[in-house]
Nanobody, 123 residues
């Protein structure tokens, strides 16, 4: 079992930065690939970014490439999402998730999910 708790969301202006954190319980955190997804009001949840267990691979949705960076600290059982140059269209609830496979963009392959943290970007 892995329990995930996101933090770091908030209300910011366009162009600002935020860093989301996802703290994981369990001793096997380092064996999971970790992903971030988001869901905007009235829209389906979408993939944002993922990082492999060994940190050797990352994946991003095109709309955040060059602005968002995913990282992880296996010693702290934490995965991060650094979000720069935020835009109003980044407004969503952000979820972190854990997967024991590397199929980063496919939601159904993630086994564990956090409760989400709200990010609101005003124009």
């Amino acid at each position: 079992q892995v329990q995930l708790v996101e933090s770091g969301g908030g209300l910011v202006q366009a162009g600002d930065s935020l860093r989301l954190s996802c703290a994981a319980s369990g001793r096997t955190f380092s064996s999971y690939a970790m992903g971030w997804f988001r869901q905007a009001p009235g829209k389906e949840r979408e993939f944002v970014a993922a990082i492999s267990w060994s940190v050797s691979r990352t994946s991003y949705v095109d709309s955040v490439k060059g602005r968002f960076t995913i990282s992880r600290d296996n010693a702290k059982n934490t995965v991060y999402l650094q979000m720069n140059s935020l835009k109003p269209e980044d407004t969503a609830v952000y979820y972190c998730a854990a997967s024991n496979r590397w199929v980063p963009t496919t939601e159904r392959w993630y086994d564990y999910w956090g409760q989400g943290t709200q990010v609101t970007v005003s124009s």
